[in-house]
């Protein structure tokens, strides 16, 4: 088993692969506790390590989450979100430092429509958060949309979510937040992009199978609506 102490050991198959484009984004994190856990890029391998990592999340961080109280979540919707193009649409993934095979977190962004913008959202495993993971999370994943040309984002956070909100406030330049039908729709950018309509060293371009509604797990709608 790789030690999560040592950062040269971080990077193993098949999720180098992966990482050898983006590897910025496979590396060792460290918690405010001092814990090192390994972030990587997602990879299709990890479709089945999805659906346990939710079999692991509490009730509320399924709801907050997914707008939805499913009891699994469902394998084939698992290999879409673990299928990524890594510029459009970008997972990064925390392994536990106990077990590289489950995963404690990811984060990820999907393509909300302009091509600059992206819709963000996060999941921490519920014993793993409040240890500073999905700040570090949110900077790695906004650092990452940067390199892709993306600066602005969109995220839906169900509006008792405060620390989702909070986390958004305290790490972002909130441009416009709407609340409807319990759920806050916050646009903003990231304060180290120079200006709104920055532009990366490329634009990304939409893939023809995009989904019309890239998060594809959360709708503004009412969170009891089926995925
Ligand atoms: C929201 C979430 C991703 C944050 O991840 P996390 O690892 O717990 O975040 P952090 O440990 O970095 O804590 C973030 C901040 O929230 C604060 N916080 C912790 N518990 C809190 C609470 N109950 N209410 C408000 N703020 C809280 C922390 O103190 C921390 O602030 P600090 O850095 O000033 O100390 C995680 O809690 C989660 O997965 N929640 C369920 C899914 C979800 O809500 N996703 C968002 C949908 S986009």
């Given at each position: 088993m790789a030690d999560p102490r040592n950062d040269e050991d971080l990077a193993g198959e098949p999720a180098a692969r992966a990482g050898a484009g983006l590897p910025q984004c496979d590396r060792a994190l460290g918690l405010r506790d001092g814990t090192r856990v390994r972030m990587r890029p997602i990879v299709p391998e990890d479709a089945p390590k999805l659906v346990a990592l939710y079999d692991r999340l509490s009730r509320d961080t399924r709801y907050h989450r997914f707008f939805s109280a499913m009891r699994r979540l469902p394998i084939d919707w698992a290999r879409f979100l673990?299928?990524?193009?890594?510029?459009?649409r970008l997972a990064l993934v925390v392994e536990s430092p106990d077990d590289p095979g489950a995963l404690i977190a990811v984060a990820r962004y999907e393509p909300a429509g302009a091509p600059d913008t992206a819709e963000v959202a996060f999941?921490?495993?519920?014993?793993?958060?409040?240890?500073?993971?999905?700040?570090?999370?949110?900077?790695?994943?906004?650092?990452?949309?940067?390199?892709?040309?993306?600066?602005?984002?969109?995220?839906?956070?169900?509006?008792?979510?405060?620390?989702?909100?909070?986390?958004?406030?305290?790490?972002?330049?909130?441009?416009?937040?709407?609340?409807?039908?319990?759920?806050?729709?916050?646009t903003f950018t990231s304060p180290s992009s120079p200006t709104a309509s920055?532009?990366?060293?490329?634009?990304?371009?939409?893939?023809?199978?995009?989904?019309?509604?890239?998060?594809?797990d959360r709708r503004p709608t009412p969170p009891t609506a089926p995925p």
């Open positions: 673990a299928n990524v193009d890594y510029r459009t999941v921490v495993q519920d014993d793993w958060q409040n240890r500073g993971l999905g700040t570090l999370l949110f900077r790695e994943l906004l650092r990452a949309a940067a390199g892709n040309g993306i600066v602005r984002f969109r995220a839906w956070v169900l509006a008792d979510n405060r620390r989702m909100l909070d986390l958004i406030a305290r790490l972002a330049r909130v441009e416009r937040r709407t609340l409807e039908q319990g759920v806050v729709e916050l920055h532009r990366g060293v490329f634009l990304p371009q939409r893939g023809p199978d995009t989904p019309d509604s890239p998060a594809l």
